[in-house]
């Protein structure tokens, strides 16, 4: 796993980590890579500059997202920084933050 100073760094208590293989398929974008990422899963307060995992609907998204002041989201894929997306105020109120990915290993083959 990761020593105490990486996760001291991360500003993660090791109790509330997990690790989630994503296949390549499973986000939306789809990533170019399937990744196993690191989540702090008591962390779910979204803010900038931090990506976390998100389930929309089913639909994982691998993102940074900003609160907007209607309610919604703009979720900004974490890999792929072309690719926004406006989420409404239903569906963000509908959204499950899993937790803040704060390493991810891209499994390249």
């Not at 789809?30 to 979204?46: I, S």
């Not at 704060?102 to 083959?109: A, C, E, I, P």
Request: net charge neutral; hydrophobic share 45%.
């Amino acid at each position: 796993m990761l020593s105490r100073q990486d996760l001291e760094r991360s500003g993660v208590d090791q109790a509330n980590i997990r690790k989630m293989r994503l296949a390549k398929h499973m986000t939306r974008p789809a990533m170019p890579f399937d990744a196993e990422v690191l989540l702090d899963c008591e962390d779910k307060r979204l803010r900038p500059g931090e990506a976390f995992i998100i389930d929309i609907g089913g639909a994982l998204r691998f993102a940074f997202a900003a609160l907007l002041p209607s309610g919604g989201m703009n979720l900004q894929a974490a890999y792929d920084l072309t690719h926004s997306e406006m989420v409404d105020a239903c569906a963000a109120g509908k959204a499950l933050v899993i937790g803040r990915a704060f390493r991810v290993d891209w499994l390249t083959g």
